[in-house]
């Protein structure tokens, strides 16, 4: 899961993670994080989702990080947002219209950069990275994210031998593991292999979508 890949993906437009319209459990369990109205949001490993410009909506600033500067200039063509790009240290920064999206390494980010951030929302970025990276993902978001953090984390959970990831099988065991000192409460469980055909056919038994809300 080197940097080459997820630029390579991009580039030849194999971005079957991207969704058309924004999570509706993003907007049905949102509400229950209680994070203040106009809190910053982070979204990590962002992409071009629709789900930031659904928190945007809400009145959040949306912090994002992503690798692919391609992902971040679609992003801001197909929602006809006038951003400005600069350079701050080992990133690129696409700003404006309530958006704050760094371009580089999840890696690089520093406790100042989401000094401000109440709110986190993770859809497709644990899900996206392998067990060896979740583990240093995690450890990271943790080491910079400032006292009081909410996190929305959404993951998936089958039988990793059926079908390589991305995206990753990221069991319950897991996640209570990865986060373990914080409270961790699950919202929400559903089988969902009906909706992915496409898994199915590639011989997947069993795909489980969970919804966690995580705070210290």
């Known amino acids: 899961m080197e940097a080459g890949?997820?630029?390579?993906?991009?580039?030849?437009?194999?971005?079957?993670?991207?969704?058309?319209?924004?999570?509706?459990?993003l907007s049905r369990w949102w509400p229950h994080l209680g994070v203040a109205p106009g809190a910053p949001v982070w979204v990590p490993l962002c992409g071009k989702s629709l789900d930031m410009t659904w928190l945007r909506d809400q009145g959040h600033p949306v912090l994002g990080i992503e690798l692919a500067r391609s992902a971040l200039e679609s992003f801001a063509a197909e929602q006809a947002l006038q951003l400005g790009w600069r350079e701050q240290g080992e990133f690129a920064i696409s700003e404006g219209e309530g958006y704050?999206?760094?371009?580089?390494?999840?890696?690089?980010?520093k406790a100042a950069d989401v000094a401000s951030v109440q709110g986190v929302?993770?859809?497709?970025?644990?899900?996206?990275?392998?067990?060896?990276?979740?583990?240093?993902?995690?450890?990271?978001?943790?080491?910079?994210?400032?006292?009081?953090?909410?996190?929305?984390?959404?993951?998936?959970?089958?039988?990793?031998?059926?079908?390589?990831?991305?995206?990753?099988?990221?069991?319950?065991?897991?996640?209570?593991?990865?986060?373990?000192?914080?409270?961790?409460?699950?919202?929400?469980?559903?089988?969902?292999?009906?909706?992915?055909?496409?898994?199915?056919?590639?011989?997947?038994?069993?795909?489980?979508?969970?919804?966690?809300?995580?705070s210290p």
């Open 5 to 25: 890949f997820w630029h390579e993906r991009w580039n030849k437009g194999e971005t079957g993670f991207h969704k058309s319209r924004p999570n509706p459990l």
């Open 100 to 109: 704050c999206l760094y371009c580089g390494d999840y890696f690089g980010l």
């Open 121 to 214: 929302y993770d859809r497709a970025a644990l899900i996206a990275l392998p067990e060896a990276m979740r583990t240093r993902y995690v450890e990271h978001m943790r080491s910079i994210l400032p006292a009081g953090w909410r996190l929305l984390l959404i993951t998936l959970d089958y039988p990793q031998d059926q079908r390589p990831g991305p995206p990753f099988s990221v069991p319950d065991s897991e996640v209570r593991s990865l986060f373990a000192g914080c409270r961790i409460e699950l919202l929400d469980e559903q089988d969902v292999l009906d909706d992915h055909p496409v898994f199915r056919q590639q011989g997947m038994t069993r795909l489980q979508e969970r919804v966690y809300r995580i």
